[in-house]
Nanobody, 124 residues
Framework: QLQLVESGGGFAQPGGSLRLSCVASGFTLDYYAIGWFRQAPGKEREGVSCIQISGSSSVYADSVRGRFTLSRDSAKNTVYLQMNVLKPEDTAVYYC?????????????????WGQGTQVTVSS
């Protein structure tokens, strides 16, 4: 059974940092494109970052570029999202997702495996 489990969410003050983790079980993340998405109350799910199988580069939404970094640890079958200089508008439930077609897209429908999400709240 393919499963993704996110962790690392929580509360942070503006300007602070959090690191989200996404652990896979039942499959090897190295063979999938992995994306991070977020969804704030009343808003559509938004693509945040994505990495393809090659892992040579990651793509980022304009709203997080320069502040967020996606990385992959093959030995731990885990993908991370390091979030720095957090802003209140980063508040959302964050999801990791995977697809076996090696597609990086901001379209959530391109991903067929999802975690349950982890809440990130940024507030003073």
């Amino acid at each position: 059974q393919l499963q993704l489990v996110e962790s690392g969410g929580g509360f942070a003050q503006p300007g602070g940092s959090l690191r989200l983790s996404c652990v896979a079980s039942g499959f090897t993340l190295d063979y999938y494109a992995i994306g991070w998405f977020r969804q704030a109350p009343g808003k559509e799910r938004e693509g945040v970052s994505c990495i393809q199988i090659s892992g040579s580069s990651s793509v980022y939404a304009d709203s997080v570029r320069g502040r967020f970094t996606l990385s992959r640890d093959s030995a731990k079958n885990t993908v991370y999202l390091q979030m720095n200089v957090l802003k209140p508008e980063d508040t959302a439930v964050y999801y990791c997702a995977a697809n076996e077609w090696d597609l990086c897209s901001s379209d959530a429908s391109m991903f067929n495996h999802w975690g349950q999400g982890t809440q990130v709240t940024v507030s003073s």
